[in-house]
């Protein structure tokens, strides 16, 4: 009984890890990019670049785009990981991707992602794989 115990926690753990990272890895275009303040009219841009999620739970930004005539890149590595199945957190230099994400939508090939700075301000990415 408690080799039966110990081998269904491994097996448990091994698929808890297996199914996180599959669908996450690979490279993913940043199809649009909004935040919304309150009081404050929202700002969205396009195809701003991609990021991506290697296995090993690393990976990598290329991210460029101007808003009213600034300009922002972005093109740091990263570690992440996955908390549960509907947050994600990136973790590395101070860019206002590194947070954890809360995983609106979850397909195959496209992802919604929202976080909040914890006052007033949402930002969401749209994600497709490619």
Not at 24 to 32: D, Q, R, V
Not at 39 to 66: E, M, R
Not at 77 to 95: A, L, M, Q, R, V
Not at 105 to 126: A, F, H, M, N, Y
Request: hydrophobic share 30%; with cysteine.
């Amino acid at each position: 009984m408690k080799n039966y115990s110990k081998n269904l926690l491994i097996t448990g753990t091994v698929i808890l890890f297996a199914s996180c990272s599959p669908r996450m890895a690979g490279t993913w275009n940043i199809e649009k990019y909004e935040v919304n303040e309150a009081g404050k009219s929202t700002v969205s841009v396009a195809n701003i670049g991609s990021i991506t999620f290697d296995k090993n739970n690393t990976g990598v930004k290329d991210i460029q785009y101007a808003i009213f005539q600034n300009e922002y890149t972005d093109k740091a590595p990263f570690k992440w990981h996955k908390i549960n199945e509907n947050t994600i957190s990136i973790e590395g230099d101070t860019s206002d991707l590194t947070k954890s994400w809360l995983i609106i939508e979850d397909k195959r090939k496209e992802q919604v992602w929202k976080s909040t700075d914890g006052s007033t301000k949402v930002q969401t990415l749209t994600l497709t794989k490619q």
